[in-house]
């Protein structure tokens, strides 16, 4: 991944994240049940937090642009915030957990790029 496609990625992530926010509180508040309600704010915090990492992986990689296991922790935070929250959003709008399987594997996306930052920015 390379900077550019990280910081971008990362804003959007972040437009997506307050909109969802703003979405579940206003437009969803009398359509999710309280439980409901909490998966979504969990969903949308696990977005938010993960869309500055991804930033933050982006303003890395503009320093150290061959930081292979840092390029490899952005697409980690892509595909956990996809997974994770994402499942979430849906359980939250359809009761259906059916793609229940996707949020453990987000968690282990997301905990893996934290992982990969971590020995991307020691390493390389």
């Known amino acids: 991944m ?3 496609l990280a910081l971008t990625l990362g804003a959007l992530l972040g437009l997506a994240a307050v909109a969802f926010g703003a979405l579940g509180a206003h437009a969803l508040k009398t359509r999710l049940s309280p439980e409901m309600a909490a998966v979504w704010q969990t969903a949308v915090q696990y977005h938010g937090w993960h869309a500055l990492a991804l930033i933050a992986t982006g303003l890395v990689l503009g320093q150290r642009p061959g930081a292979t296991a840092v390029g490899v922790a952005g697409w980690l935070f892509l ?3 996809v ?6 959003y849906v359980l939250a709008l359809t ?3 059916t793609f229940g399987w996707l949020t453990p ?3 282990v996306a997301l905990l893996s790029g934290w992982a990969a930052l971590a020995w991307g920015v020691w390493r390389d």
């Open 95 to 97: 009761g259906a957990r």
């Open 2 to 4: 390379s900077a550019r």
């Open 105 to 107: 594997a987000g968690g």
């Open 83 to 88: 997974l994770f929250p994402g499942s979430l």
């Open 79 to 81: 595909a956990g915030v």
